[in-house]
């Protein structure tokens, strides 16, 4: 299987984050990506068999779940990026990183760490603000 784009740069979003063994978050979620979409950020969702996980591309945002050998992965929620307006990171016992939706219900998914969730809130804001990833 030829590397595309879209799954090239949804593998180097992926290892910035401290990951659990999950191989379906490698494996699986590539497939509900388009080939030539580029991935700027992703955060893994609680760890376990069938993790979610937000993914911020420069086309849309999704949440996407692991679905397990005998299913594929599929697509929660997806937006298209103008239509994000917000993201938030509140840490405690059960934080949650909440995206805000501008027609819609906001997206929120428990991470699987603080350190990656305040990351992932910080970056996903200045790609809010101004279209690309921080320096």
Do not use: Q, W
């Amino acid at each position: 299987m030829t590397p595309t784009r879209a799954s090239m740069s949804y593998a180097t979003a992926l290892n910035r984050n401290e990951l659990f063994e999950s191989p379906g978050l490698r494996r699986d979620i590539p497939a509900v990506l388009a080939p030539d979409e580029e991935v700027l950020l992703v955060l893994p969702g609680v760890g376990g068999d069938f993790p979610d996980v937000m993914i911020a591309t420069d086309r849309r945002f999704l949440l996407a779940s692991v679905a397990g050998p005998l299913k594929k992965a599929k697509v929660k929620r997806e937006v298209p990026a103008r239509g994000i307006t917000g993201v938030e990171y509140r840490p405690g016992v059960f934080s949650r990183v909440r995206v805000r939706v501008a027609d819609g219900r906001d997206v929120r998914m428990m991470p699987h760490r603080e350190a990656d969730a305040e990351r992932f809130a910080t970056e996903f804001a200045h790609v809010i603000r101004t279209g690309r990833l921080p320096s």
